[in-house]
């Protein structure tokens, strides 16, 4: 078990929206599939209720915001309710974030895949590289 | 539910080589004329973790006033506490600068009066169930708070038992809760079922897994939580109470010997913690 | 059928596979079958006062449904001064037929979909006005 | 030592290795559920591995993984084809080791 810190990622879980359900299925992809043991899952809406647990992380260890709008309501939750992320990721600097469809809003499409594998990327890149920083 | 922390508790910057420490010291002198409840921490007896003052820490509303950037105050409660706790940094309030210190830490001390009362009135804190800081010994494991209850035996299979006068009330411990995640379903076993140390005794279901629950002594059911059944989350929300499952008229009551200390058991969860809590499950 | 909107709002945790049944739940409501009746809205915006998102929610009918005992979707909407019509947890819909156990949050799986139904039924009959 | 379970890990103060608990399977009776193996994807302690054949069935791979006193999955086997040693003994094994 490295003694490196995890990262904690909180993602957007933005229901009205496709970019809320892309940064919700790469930080899956981050969390379940490729840094299951460095990342941390911090679910948004409890942070934001006011978990203890979530929000004594969030102040101790570093943290990666995945927004899917330009409202960033994962980045200003978490910089209000316990430290700035570490990391501040918005959908929507990504250019094909324009061309996603209505429809991506609950189930991804095949033509988003390959945003979401890209969103994903980033987000290790991150991850590892704040875990190399500490090290 | 909303946490009303009734002390208030103010741990002011002790830094006597900046003006910010200066500063804070003269804020505290003012607060308590102005309000002689509030209870003045100390970053020294905080540092070398003085019980006293870690309990009255936890235990009440947090205000710090951090005399610079450095923030040693505001670290120190974050090493101690995982509750939310407001701060006010002495050096940032740059629209005071050519008042005197005075007048600076008459403002900061109405600051800190309106973060005092403020706290409980917005958005509450935590919505976690309010424990008692005393008869718990706490460890935050990532992003897990464990919660071990003082002066109750623990099994390997963690589940509780507590001695009340010649019967015993078990239930499941915070650990096991929590590595179960949300329970939606108990089935209680009947009173007057007879069980050996280690029997099954009922069960429970939750997203992750249907488990037994495995007896940490032998005897009798006498008594048994039926409003689990209609209410299994008191399970996870209130492990030690509301959350009770039996009791039970012990065979021989020596048999708790058997069983871990609240303190063994401490030890032990923590380390079964790191493996299990935050294990995804993601088949 | 008074032209007040109803609005449902899932927690849609991201740590539980419940989260992603209210999700898939909202997704029936206001997707398919009951489009012109039902709307959904981010939750994490109300929690960040958008002052539009709160003005929408209190001209309507708010259905929450929570993955878990916390309840942040009711919290949240309560905090903002909105009082909640009809509530709804996951787990107690699930233990009314176990059956419905959804697989994980990354795949609900076919029971996880019949059990977002079932909370769809629960909204569809309790809570039509 | 480790408290995951497994080889190293203790039980009630005693080491796992000293404790004859692990679940026995009768290669009669158990057909893998059709491939299903409710079993081995119901233990998250990876007691049990596949083994193929017509039919397939499910072997012990790490007996010592298994939670002592826990026969959940045996609730979950509908040809009744496992089977744990008696808790009392376990038990009395447990005592007498803790007593030397």
């Not at chain 2, 002066?151 to 507590?162: E, P, R, T, V």
């Not at chain 2, 871990?260 to 969860?269: I, L």
């Amino acid at each position: 078990m490295s003694e490196l810190p995890k990262v904690g990622i909180i993602s957007c879980s933005g229901e009205d929206c496709p970019g809320g359900n892309i940064s919700r299925e790469a930080t899956l992809r981050v969390l379940h599939d490729l840094r299951p043991d460095e990342t941390v899952t911090i679910c948004l809406p409890l942070f934001l209720a006011g978990g203890e647990g979530e929000r004594g992380f969030a102040k101790r260890f570093p943290t990666i915001t995945v927004d899917g709008c330009g409202k960033l309501c994962a980045a200003i939750g978490t910089a209000r309710f316990s430290s700035k992320p570490t990391v501040e990721i918005n959908l929507e600097d990504y250019d094909d974030f324009s061309s996603l469809k209505i429809e991506e809003k609950w189930h991804i499409q095949e033509s988003s895949k390959d945003l979401v594998e890209k969103l994903a990327n980033d987000i290790v890149n991150h991850v590892d590289e704040i875990r190399k920083i500490s090290e | 539910m909303l946490i009303i922390l009734s002390t208030k508790y103010v741990l002011p910057c002790a830094g006597y080589d900046r003006p910010g420490g200066k500063v804070s010291r003269l804020v505290v002198e003012h607060l308590q004329s102005l309000d002689d409840s509030i209870t003045i921490g100390s970053i020294g007896a905080l540092s070398s973790e003085r019980p006293g003052e870690i309990k009255d820490l936890r235990s009440s509303k947090v205000v710090c006033i951090d005399g610079c950037s450095v923030k040693c105050a505001s670290k120190l409660v974050e090493k101690h506490s995982a509750r939310d706790f407001e701060s006010i940094e002495v050096s940032v309030l740059t629209d005071m600068q050519d008042s005197t210190d005075d007048e600076k830490a008459r403002t900061i001390a109405d600051m800190v009066l309106q973060l005092l009362a403020a706290t409980s009135t917005t958005v509450p804190k935590t919505i976690d169930t309010e424990h008692s800081e005393i008869d718990y010994m706490t460890e935050m494991i990532d992003k897990f708070i464990l919660r071990i209850k003082k002066g109750l035996f623990y099994s390997d299979n963690d589940f509780w038992a507590q001695k009340e006068g010649g019967l015993v009330r078990i239930g499941i411990s915070d650990l096991l809760q929590q590595m179960v995640s949300d329970v939606f379903f108990v089935d209680l076993a009947d009173i007057g079922t007879h069980v050996e140390f280690g029997d099954e005794l009922g069960a429970f279901e939750s997203t992750k897994i249907a488990m037994e629950i495995i007896t940490p002594l032998s005897g009798t059911v006498v008594e048994k939580n039926s409003i689990l059944e209609d209410s299994p989350e008191f399970v996870n929300e209130d492990p030690y109470g509301k959350g009770w499952l039996y009791v039970i008229r012990p065979d021989d009551i020596s048999e708790l010997d058997l069983l871990k200390s609240a303190n063994e058991y401490f030890a032990y969860g923590i380390e079964k913690a790191k493996h299990e809590l935050g294990k995804k499950v993601s088949e | 059928m008074s032209d007040v909107k109803k609005i449902v709002i899932p927690c849609s945790g991201i740590g539980k596979a419940f989260g992603t049944v209210a999700r898939e739940a909202t997704y029936q409501l206001t997707e398919t079958d009951h489009q012109s009746e039902y709307k959904t809205m981010c939750l994490p915006l109300l929690v960040a006062g958008d002052q539009e998102a709160i003005d929408l929610l209190k001209k309507s009918n708010v259905y929450t449904i929570d993955g878990c005992p916390k309840k942040c979707a009711t919290l949240s909407v309560e905090r903002i001064g909105v009082n909640v019509a009809m509530e709804v947890m996951v787990p107690k819909v699930l233990a009314q037929n176990t059956e419905h156990k959804p697989g994980s949050v990354l795949d609900i799986g076919r029971n996880g979909v019949l059990l977002a139904k079932d909370i769809v039924n629960k909204i569809l009959e309790e809570g039509s006005d | 030592m480790s408290n995951e379970g497994g080889i190293g890990s203790t039980f009630m103060s005693v080491s796992r290795e000293k404790i004859p608990w692990w679940p026995e399977v009768d290669t009669d009776k158990c057909d893998g559920c059709a491939g299903e193996f409710d079993c081995l994807k119901f233990c998250p302690h990876k007691v049990y591995r596949t083994v193929e054949g017509s039919p397939p069935h499910i072997e012990v791979e790490n007996k010592f993984n298994c939670v002592v006193f826990c026969r959940a999955c045996q609730k979950m086997c509908t040809k009744d084809a496992l089977s744990f040693p008696e808790k009392s003994d376990i038990l009395k094994i447990i005592k007498e080791v803790r007593s030397t």
